[in-house]
């Protein structure tokens, strides 16, 4: 990835020291509420270790897959003096750095025993301080006993309800937020609009046969030879969720939509099970639809304000599985103030309808790390209400979809750092009489197959709505080139929902995208004459005018 392509141009900025591209990526990391990153066999340059410290963030360093590292049998004598030097090195050379808090002997396969012998030897004598773990995969190693780790995948598209299949994913290795997984998500992600669109020639957008198919797109993704070459595995899914597209910027929001919650199930997960996982990826090293939670412009799309979202301070999560409402303090910090839970659901198409409201739950304090289970909702009854307001097609064609909201409203005794009063939190679902069903039994470490797919294509019937800006107030800091903004969005209509609403800033000279731009919230949902408040930290470099834009998913629906 870029972190390891180090120049002058990219990583000593004529920003200064505050917007080197590795702070910048760095600072997208602490944005999304993670807490660790794993590097595999690229072992950085000094200003990523001293950053990561100097930001609290951890590290996992450790041995490459799929190269002669991991090729032991086919050894020299030199190959082998060299392999004891490199980690030798390595390991003088980022002990010291606290960030680094364990270290991967190997990645897909385990060392032979000599090998790890020799690493966990050599180590020791550079006094590294921290836990040497044999492989990044799940292996029983003669030297030092279970990994302790998984590396089951998938690597491709999976449903929100994926990650909590737990029973699954415990007797048959895959499904399920269990254990620590060192590599694995939901895949494929699509680039925004935005990017794709100073990506390649307009000319090559979209294709009206090929549409994501056509190889401008497939260039973009994986090895052309290898199995993730385009969006085979992906565009069906898409299609059959939420509709097909006519255009590109359809196509693209429409991924930002899945990628937001399926990266985000993914992660509430994770932290639900009190488990660990890291995602892959995190960056790519060129334009791609493929594999990141921000993408080559430092642009964070669906999939980084989902994971932004399920690591919040406190949490609202519904599970797709069960129902079951849960609230997720994702600090090591009692949450010491009252909080109300309150579940509502909505009918969005023809019209916008309050379906259902729960009755709320206040919870007077939230312990450190904890999970706590608030209610359930029954999927049986909300489906038979859907079914009522947004009627099924007469052919069976089109299922009736709503979304679920699950509403956090803070009392009074809230301080500085935990809101309080108007300042609600929410997580929403978007659900459906037809939701997807997970194959289990067509399961590999690369993917697992769904029997069926979900049905959101009615929502593309909710009235179209335009967010307005209400007021865009601009705020100079002491960084020359950013800027803070304080954007006030309304939904102007009194019937329909704003969905997905994505804040955009734009340089007025270029046209571009400015990033990072680092919203506290992205493609968030507004009910009906809704106001919102939404902050930004935005990267402008030399930019001189800055323009703030707002969308919704009806923008740009067929």
């Given at each position: 990835?870029?972190?390891?392509?180090?120049?002058?141009?990219?990583?000593?900025?004529?920003?200064?020291?505050?917007?080197?591209?590795?702070?910048?990526?760095?600072?997208?990391?602490?944005?999304?509420?993670?807490?660790?990153?794993?590097?595999?066999?690229?072992?950085?340059?000094?200003?990523?270790?001293?950053?990561?410290?100097?930001?609290?963030?951890?590290?996992?360093?450790?041995?490459?897959?799929?190269?002669?590292?991991?090729?032991?049998?086919?050894?020299?004598?030199?190959?082998?003096?060299?392999?004891?030097?490199?980690?030798?090195?390595?390991?003088?050379?980022?002990?010291?750095?606290?960030?680094?808090?364990?270290?991967?002997?190997?990645?897909?396969?385990?060392?032979?025993?000599?090998?790890?012998?020799?690493?966990?030897?050599?180590?020791?004598?550079?006094?590294?301080?921290?836990?040497?773990?044999?492989?990044?995969?799940?292996?029983?190693?003669?030297?030092?006993?279970?990994?302790?780790?998984?590396?089951?995948?998938?690597?491709?598209?999976v449903p929100p309800v994926y990650w909590l299949a737990d029973v699954n994913g415990m007797t048959m290795d895959?499904?399920?937020?269990?254990?620590?997984?060192?590599?694995?998500?939901?895949?494929?992600?699509?680039?925004?609009?935005?990017?794709?669109?100073?990506?390649?020639?307009?000319?090559?957008?979209?294709?009206?046969?090929?549409?994501?198919?056509?190889?401008?797109?497939?260039?973009?993704?994986?090895?052309?030879?290898?199995?993730?070459?385009?969006?085979?595995?992906?565009?069906?899914?898409?299609?059959?969720?939420?509709?097909?597209?006519?255009?590109?910027?359809?196509?693209?929001?429409?991924?930002?939509?899945?990628?937001?919650?399926?990266?985000?199930?993914?992660?509430?997960?994770?932290?639900?099970?009190?488990?660990?996982?890291?995602?892959?990826?995190?960056?790519?090293?060129?334009?791609?639809?493929?594999?990141?939670?921000?993408?080559?412009?430092?642009?964070?799309?669906?999939?980084?304000?989902?994971?932004?979202?399920?690591?919040?301070?406190?949490?609202?999560?519904?599970?797709?599985?069960?129902?079951?409402?849960?609230?997720?303090?994702?600090?090591?910090?009692?949450?010491?103030?009252?909080?109300?839970?309150?579940?509502?659901?909505?009918?969005?198409?023809?019209?916008?309808?309050?379906?259902?409201?729960?009755?709320?739950?206040?919870?007077?304090?939230?312990?450190?790390?904890?999970?706590?289970?608030?209610?359930?909702?029954?999927?049986?009854?909300?489906?038979?209400?859907?079914?009522?307001?947004?009627?099924?097609?007469?052919?069976?064609?089109?299922?009736?979809?709503?979304?679920?909201?699950?509403?956090?409203?803070?009392?009074?005794?809230?301080?500085e750092t935990q809101p309080c009063g108007a300042a609600n939190v929410s997580s929403w679902y978007l659900l459906?009489?037809?939701?997807?069903?997970?194959?289990?039994?067509?399961?590999?470490?690369?993917?697992?197959?769904?029997?069926?797919?979900?049905?959101?294509?009615?929502?593309?019937?909710?009235?179209?709505?335009?967010?307005?800006?209400?007021?865009?107030?601009?705020?100079?800091?002491?960084?020359?080139?950013?800027?803070?903004?304080?954007?006030?969005?309304?939904?102007?209509?009194?019937?329909?929902?704003?969905?997905?609403?994505?804040?955009?800033?734009v340089c007025t000279e270029t046209g571009l995208e400015l990033a990072p731009s680092l919203w506290d919230d992205?493609?968030?949902?507004?009910?009906?004459?809704?106001?919102?408040?939404?902050?930004?930290?935005?990267?402008?470099?030399?930019?001189?005018?800055?323009?703030?834009?707002?969308?919704?998913?009806?923008?740009?629906?067929?």
């Open positions: 990835d870029l972190f390891y392509r180090f120049s002058q141009e990219n990583n000593i900025s004529t920003f200064g020291s505050l917007n080197t591209r590795i702070r910048h990526q760095l600072e997208l990391v602490k944005h999304m509420n993670l807490n660790t990153i794993r590097l595999e066999g690229k072992f950085e340059y000094h200003e990523f270790f001293d950053l990561a410290s100097e930001m609290g963030l951890l590290v996992i360093p450790g041995i490459e897959c799929c190269t002669s590292w991991q090729s032991w049998p086919h050894w020299t004598t030199s190959m082998r003096r060299i392999a004891r030097a490199s980690v030798r090195d390595q390991s003088r050379r980022l002990g010291h750095f606290a960030c680094n808090v364990a270290f991967l002997a190997s990645s897909d396969e385990l060392p032979p025993p000599e090998i790890e012998r020799m690493y966990r030897d050599v180590m020791r004598k550079e006094h590294w301080p921290n836990p040497i773990i044999s492989a990044a995969s799940s292996q029983e190693s003669t030297i030092s006993g279970s990994s302790g780790t998984k590396m089951t995948g998938p690597y491709s598209w895959f499904g399920g937020a269990w254990g620590f997984l060192t590599e694995g998500g939901p895949g494929e992600a699509p680039m925004t609009f935005e990017s794709w669109q100073r990506t390649v020639p307009a000319a090559h957008l979209w294709d009206a046969t090929e549409g994501s198919l056509s190889s401008w797109w497939s260039a973009h993704m994986g090895n052309p030879k290898g199995v993730f070459y385009n969006l085979r595995r992906y565009t069906p899914a898409l299609n059959a969720r939420l509709g097909p597209s006519s255009s590109a910027q359809e196509y693209c929001y429409k991924a930002q939509v899945q990628n937001y919650e399926g990266i985000r199930a993914m992660f509430e997960g994770y932290s639900k099970m009190k488990h660990g996982v890291i995602q892959w990826m995190m960056n790519d090293a060129y334009p791609s639809h493929l594999w990141h939670l921000y993408d080559y412009y430092l642009v964070g799309g669906g999939g980084f304000y989902g994971a932004r979202s399920a690591g919040e301070p406190l949490h609202p999560m519904l599970s797709y599985v069960d129902g079951s409402v849960s609230l997720i303090n994702n600090r090591f910090q009692t949450w010491m103030s009252s909080v109300a839970v309150t579940v509502f659901a909505y009918a969005v198409s023809p019209t916008f309808h309050v379906m259902y409201q729960s009755p709320s739950v206040v919870v007077d304090i939230v312990p450190s790390d904890a999970v706590m289970d608030i209610m359930t909702v029954n999927f049986e009854e909300l489906n038979a209400l859907a079914s009522q307001y947004t009627p099924p097609q007469p052919d069976g064609s089109q299922a009736s979809a709503y979304f679920v909201e699950v509403r956090l409203s803070f009392g009074d005794g809230c301080n459906s009489t037809v939701m997807d069903v997970v194959n289990f039994t067509d399961s590999n470490n690369l993917w697992t197959n769904c029997s069926k797919w979900a049905d959101f294509t009615s929502i593309s019937g909710a009235p179209r709505v335009k967010p307005q800006f209400v007021d865009v107030v601009f705020s100079e800091i002491d960084d020359p080139f950013r800027i803070l903004v304080n954007a006030t969005v309304s939904n102007p209509s009194s019937d329909a929902l704003a969905m997905y609403v994505q804040l955009v800033a992205n493609f968030f949902m507004m009910l009906p004459n809704a106001t919102k408040n939404v902050h930004g930290n935005i990267f402008r470099g030399k930019c001189a005018s800055v323009e703030i834009r707002a969308k919704a998913l009806t923008d740009v629906l067929s």
